[in-house]
Every structure is written in structure tokens, then in C-alpha cells.
């Protein structure tokens, strides 16, 4: 059986490690069949496609989504993208608009609630400033001893009603599932367990998404808790959803579960992958 992982960030987006050096990380961990998707930025999938062929594994170009839906940002993963189309480009350039100005703002209420130097110190864990995001600055408050770890970091202080929140206006479900089916890709809902929507919320986005042409969820991910597997395994069948796996790697030792050590999908799912490989 394939070992498959489709949810994976480098250093091109908000991961700390490159393209090339996560594709050796995942190889050496055992898996089989890699996509790289980082946030709102197909600009490491040539080096990942690159060392993935050099390391013998399978490749699926894919990207991360941000997008605004019910007043919560959630996550579209696109999946066997072609990352040349023109109107995803596009799009992905419009949605990256604006995390400068949102990080610069981050750091200003960061500053109000004691804690200077913020922004400039999440620029030292960020290339670009265009692809700022909430990550950088926890890593920065995790180094200068604010917080434990970044968890920790977003329950004090990025999440949603504390001191450093600042919410950002992203693409739309139609724009992003769009852009991935306009590129040839697959649209996934990433880690559905992670929004803080009610069953009757949860319900209408999952109908939403299957009408835009919307195919798969995340059932097994870093970003779920093991008791969340079954359900959302459940879930899929009952939307008629393919079933897609991914540890949401960002760094060594930040994720709840590394490669190595996350379970395959339950055998009642049809994989998203099941007629690529």
C-alpha cells in the first residue's frame, strides 16, 4: 500500500523547511506519494517536483487556498494543479494582497498588549513579507519566550477575541474552487474538524462545495484529533466526498503528527488518489 501524504509546507509559504529539504523529510519517514501545497503560492512546486523525482517518489503539484466563508477563514487544498494557469495565478496573487498590511497590523496590537517588535521579528521567519501569516509570528514569540510553543502562541494571542487578531478578507469558495478546477485540479476541503462551525454550518459549506464541483475533504490529518478520523471518514460517504490524508507539515516537531507516524485512511473512504497512481 502506497504511503500517501498531500498536505505538506516549505519555507515558500509559512513552513521552515524548503521544497526540496521537506520532499527528503517525507521520503525518509517512509512516504511513497508527496504534494506540496503551500499557502496561496505555487512558487515551490519546480523543486519539489525535482526532488521528489530524484528521491524515486510519486508528485502532486498542489496549493493551499485561503479562503473566507462564514465569517471564518477556511482552507481549500488543490490537488494535480497545473501551476502555470493563468487565472490561478491570478487569483493567487490577488488573495496574497494585503498579509503585509495585516502583519504590520498584527504587530501594532501585539505592541499594545507588551509585546514590542513583533512584525520585525516575524520578518526574520518569512522571505517575503507578501506571505506573511500568523505562523511567523508565532515562531518568533515562541523564540523570544512568550510561549511554550506556537499552540500556545495562537490560543493567547492570534486566535479570534485576543490581543494580536486581525482578520483578513480572503478569496471565496466559488473563486477557489474555480481556480482549481479551471487548472485541471481536485478541490479538498483541508481538516474540516478545525473549524468552529455548528453541524447545520458545517452541513451547508459541504453542500456549497459540492455544487461548485468541490470532490474530497481531508478525513486523516495532522490538523485532526485520532476521534475525529471515523467521523469525518463517515462524513465523506454520506456527502459521496473522496477522502484525502495529509499531516499538514509545516516544521520537524511543530505538527501533532509527523510522517512516520500518521495512520493510514480508514478502509471504508475511497481515496482522492485512488485513480492516480
Not at 88 to 110: F, H, K, S, Y
Request: aromatic share 10%; with cysteine; proline share 5%.
Amino acid at each position: 500500500m502506497l504511503k500517501v501524504d498531500l498536505h505538506c509546507h516549505s519555507n515558500v509559504s509559512d513552513g521552515v523547511l524548503t521544497p526540496a529539504a521537506v520532499a527528503r523529510h517525507a521520503r525518509q519517514a517512509g512516504v511513497d506519494a508527496w504534494a506540496l501545497t503551500d499557502h496561496d503560492e505555487v512558487g515551490g512546486i519546480a523543486a519539489a517536483r525535482a526532488a521528489a523525482a530524484g528521491l524515486g517518489m510519486k508528485f502532486v503539484a498542489g496549493v493551499e487556498i485561503s479562503i473566507t466563508w462564514s465569517g471564518e477563514t477556511v482552507h481549500i487544498v488543490g490537488l494535480n494543479i497545473d501551476e502555470n494557469d493563468a487565472a490561478l495565478v491570478r487569483g493567487l496573487a490577488a488573495t496574497r494582497e494585503g498579509r503585509d498590511a495585516r502583519g504590520r497590523e498584527i504587530g501594532e496590537q501585539l505592541a499594545k498588549a507588551g509585546i514590542p517588535g513583533a512584525y520585525e521579528g516575524a520578518l526574520e521567519f518569512v522571505d517575503n513579507p507578501a506571505l506573511m501569516s500568523r505562523t511567523h509570528f508565532a515562531r518568533y514569540l515562541v523564540q523570544q519566550g512568550y510561549c511554550a510553543n506556537t499552540p500556545e502562541v495562537f490560543r493567547k494571542y492570534l486566535s479570534e477575541g485576543k490581543p494580536g487578531y486581525v482578520p483578513h478578507r480572503w478569496a471565496s469558495l466559488e473563486e477557489a474552487v474555480g481556480w482549481i478546477s479551471g487548472a485541471g485540479g481536485v478541490a479538498v476541503i483541508a481538516h474540516p474538524g478545525r473549524y468552529r462551525f455548528s453541524q447545520l454550518q458545517q452541513g451547508v459549506l459541504f453542500d456549497q462545495f459540492k455544487e461548485l464541483g468541490g470532490t474530497a475533504i481531508e478525513v486523516v490529518t495532522g490538523s485532526h484529533t485520532p476521534d475525529q478520523y471515523p467521523v469525518y471518514a463517515q462524513l465523506a460517504n454520506a456527502y459521496g466526498f473522496l477522502a484525502s490524508r495529509g499531516t499538514d507539515f509545516h516544521a520537524p516537531g511543530e505538527a501533532r503528527v509527523d510522517f512516520a507516524a500518521l495512520p493510514p485512511l480508514p478502509a471504508s473512504v475511497t481515496p482522492v488518489w485512488h485513480d492516480w497512481f
